[in-house]
């Protein structure tokens, strides 16, 4: 009986070791690694930089109703005709009309024009339908009417396509020429304009001016100081305002900073600015002028720019950075640097072990390290486990 026991006491004694030891080897991790990426960071300072443009605005001193032959954003030509004053509304209306029905028109001689229906994507058209669907229903849904017929012309094209791209293409030919005799019947009761608007010079055309039309101006750039940006205040224009004409030749950028980021920059600098613009993300610009404040405290650097699109045409002022120098390569935690033999390197897993690579940091801060890539043998690699947690480690340790 007593041997029983024993033995009993023996089998769970093995047990227990048995599962703690699973345990411990589940939950004690003797290093701890993360994955080498490849990863890009710049030395730059952010701004709240002010745009600074050739605007002209765009008056009508004509009575009656005003109708745009140029959407918002639109470029335009110089002495192209921006709008057309009518006597009625109604006029306005059919003007409308007519553009819708010319769109029509035009999409569907598109249609008919493509005849290559085995180099059509059925999927592609397929996802297009249930992309621009979906985009109605949200326009209604949220109440915004204004895109609706927009979002509905948009569903129609693409409904079309699919039907052409599936060789259905007998009713087209009918439409085409129903479209053709409404918009011929149209265009013949459209009265003609009393007087139009025309562009003075080529640009971007918006509907909307913001009051700094005549204070930012291109003519005098060494006024642009601290002391003016600080007093920076909007003009008021009368209701024969209706627009402006945004140039897209050479425009500029304002930052305010201090003077001791100032130094950092010439006049001559090529850089970038890095903005939160979904068209220009990246801006090449040339540091015009620096004009101090009169303290000696601050300063205002101009930057110049050439590109120039309907986002920035519309936009006054926004964060920024202005980017020095880009660095790019190998990111790693700043805690799994070491130091053998006077090489500085890390250590990385391989196979089971543990392996010291030397790296050329071309970057670093309180957090991580950019190392250069090198595609070298012995040299750190990208997706390399790097070690950064681990004792008493040395080239060929087991650690797996």
């Excluded at 026991?5 to 004690?28: P, T």
């Excluded at 290093?31 to 709240?48: L, M, P, Q, S, W």
């Excluded at 608007?197 to 642009?224: C, M, P, Q, R, V």
């Excluded at 897993?349 to 043998?377: L, P």
């Amino acid at each position: 009986m007593k041997k029983n026991s024993v033995i009993k006491f023996f089998l769970v004694a093995v047990a227990l070791i048995f599962v703690f030891h699973q345990l411990f080897a589940a939950f004690y991790k003797p290093i701890t690694t993360e994955t080498a990426v490849f990863y890009t960071t710049h030395d730059g300072i952010n701004i709240t930089g002010i745009i600074i443009r050739n605007e002209i605005l765009v008056e009508n001193n004509d009575s009656g109703v005003l109708h745009f032959m140029v959407d918002d954003g639109k470029r335009v030509s110089k002495d192209g005709v921006i709008a057309g004053v009518y006597t009625n509304e109604s006029a306005s209306i059919t003007l409308s009309q007519i553009s819708r029905l010319k769109k029509q028109i035009a999409d569907i001689e598109d249609i008919l024009s493509f005849n290559d229906i085995d180099a059509s994507n059925l999927q592609l058209i397929n996802n297009k339908v249930t992309a621009n669907l979906n985009s109605l229903v949200l326009s209604t849904s949220n109440g915004n009417y204004s895109t609706v017929s927009d979002n509905a012309a948009e569903l129609l094209s693409s409904i079309n396509r699919k039907q052409v791209a599936m060789g259905q293409t007998g009713n087209f030919a009918g439409q085409l020429d129903s479209l053709n005799t409404e918009l011929a019947k149209l265009e013949s009761s459209l009265p003609a304009a009393k007087a139009t608007i025309s562009a003075k010079e080529s640009g971007y055309f918006l509907s909307k001016t913001d009051g700094y039309e005549k204070t930012l101006t291109t003519a005098d750039l060494d006024g642009i100081t601290p002391e003016f940006l600080g007093e920076l205040k909007t003009n008021e224009y009368g209701e024969n305002v209706v627009g402006k004409i945004v140039s897209d030749y050479e425009w500029y950028i304002a930052a305010e900073v201090s003077i001791n980021d100032s130094m950092n920059y010439k006049i001559g600098d090529a850089l970038e600015i890095h903005t939160s613009v979904k068209s220009s993300p990246i801006l090449p610009v040339t540091v015009q002028k620096i004009n101090i404040s009169e303290n000696g405290s601050k300063a205002v650097i101009i930057f110049s720019c050439n590109e120039m699109n309907t986002e920035l045409a519309s936009m006054r002022s926004g964060p920024m950075t202005v980017v020095s120098k880009s660095y790019s390569g190998l990111k790693v935690p700043k805690k799994s640097l070491r130091v053998v033999d006077s090489k500085k390197g890390v250590y990385v897993v391989s196979g089971m072990q543990a392996k010291f690579v030397e790296i050329e940091i071309v970057y670093s801060n309180d957090n991580y390290m950019i190392c250069k890539r090198n595609d070298a043998d012995g040299s750190l690699k990208l997706y390399d486990r790097v070690v950064v947690k681990g004792k008493n480690l040395y080239d060929g340790k087991i650690v797996g």
